[in-house]
């Protein structure tokens, strides 16, 4: 399924009517200079961004689902609804601990 970008001012679907989470695609919903946002679908027991890091900041959005975050050498959990950041430059892995979906948002310097 093919995704366009949003624009400015756009409403974006973060979760579309039913989405199974266990078929559900990861998509960038916009990049430019500035910032990224990635709609991304976490699969129960699957990583991703294993010690992963960017130079700029990062949030976690848990949308709906249950992930883990482990950062620091620390685990949090984040669920439905629950929002966390990172400062750039830190190693971090998400886990699914459920079928999720993950707003992830990437500052750029």
């Known amino acids: 399924m093919s995704i366009p970008h ?43 961004c294993h010690d992963h890091h960017v130079p700029g900041a990062i949030t976690i959005q848990c949308l709906t689902g249950w992930i883990a975050l482990s950062a620091g050498g620390e685990t949090n959990s984040l669920k439905t609804n629950q929002w966390s950041f990172l400062p750039g430059g830190v190693p971090h892995t998400i886990k699914g601990v459920e079928d999720s979906l993950v707003l992830l948002t990437v500052m750029f310097r």
Not at 22 to 43: C, G, P, Q
């Open 6 to 48: 949003a624009f400015p001012g756009m409403a974006a679907e973060l979760q579309l009517p039913d989405e199974l989470l266990s078929e559900a695609d990861t998509f960038v919903l916009v990049k430019n200079d500035a910032f990224e946002a990635i709609r991304m679908a976490v699969r129960k027991v699957h990583e991703i």
